[in-house]
């Protein structure tokens, strides 16, 4: 059974940094693009990063662009978002997603990070 699981969430004060990870246990993982996703409270999952299987291509959503950064060490079957200069408004619920169209996504099951002073 494939597993994704995200690990590296917490809380931070304002303007400090995170690095989630997200391991996968799945041999495919190097040939699949991967993205990062978040919920907030009574908010829609909102994509926030993707990334290629060579990672050269990365997207990232205008709410994190510059601040976020996706990466991904296929070796190891990990995938990472580092965060820099946290908001209070990233206060969420942050999940990897494997893409499998059209087969259903993979999805880990989430890791919470608060932004609080």
């Given at each position: 059974?494939?597993?994704?699981m995200?690990?590296g969430?917490?809380l931070?004060?304002?303007?400090?940094?995170l690095?989630?990870?997200?391991a996968a246990?799945i041999s495919?993982?190097g040939?699949?693009s991967?993205?990062w996703?978040?919920q907030?409270p009574?908010?829609?999952?909102?994509?926030?990063?993707?990334?290629?299987p060579?990672?050269?291509t990365?997207?990232?959503a205008d709410?994190?662009?510059?601040?976020f950064?996706?990466s991904?060490d296929?070796?190891?079957?990990?995938?990472?978002?580092?965060?820099?200069n946290?908001k209070?408004e990233?206060?969420?619920?942050y999940?990897?997603?494997?893409?499998?169209f059209p087969s259903?996504?993979?999805?880990?099951?989430?890791?919470?990070?608060t932004?609080?002073?």
């Amino acid at each position: 059974q494939v597993q994704l699981m995200e690990t590296g969430g917490g809380l931070v004060q304002p303007g400090g940094s995170l690095r989630l990870s997200c391991a996968a246990s799945i041999s495919i993982f190097g040939s699949s693009s991967m993205r990062w996703y978040r919920q907030a409270p009574g908010k829609e999952r909102e994509l926030l990063a993707g990334i290629t299987p060579d990672g050269r291509t990365n997207y990232y959503a205008d709410s994190v662009r510059g601040r976020f950064t996706i990466s991904r060490d296929n070796s190891k079957n990990m995938l990472y978002l580092q965060m820099n200069n946290l908001k209070p408004e990233d206060t969420a619920v942050y999940f990897c997603q494997m893409p499998r169209f059209p087969s259903p996504d993979y999805w880990g099951q989430g890791t919470q990070v608060t932004v609080s002073s």
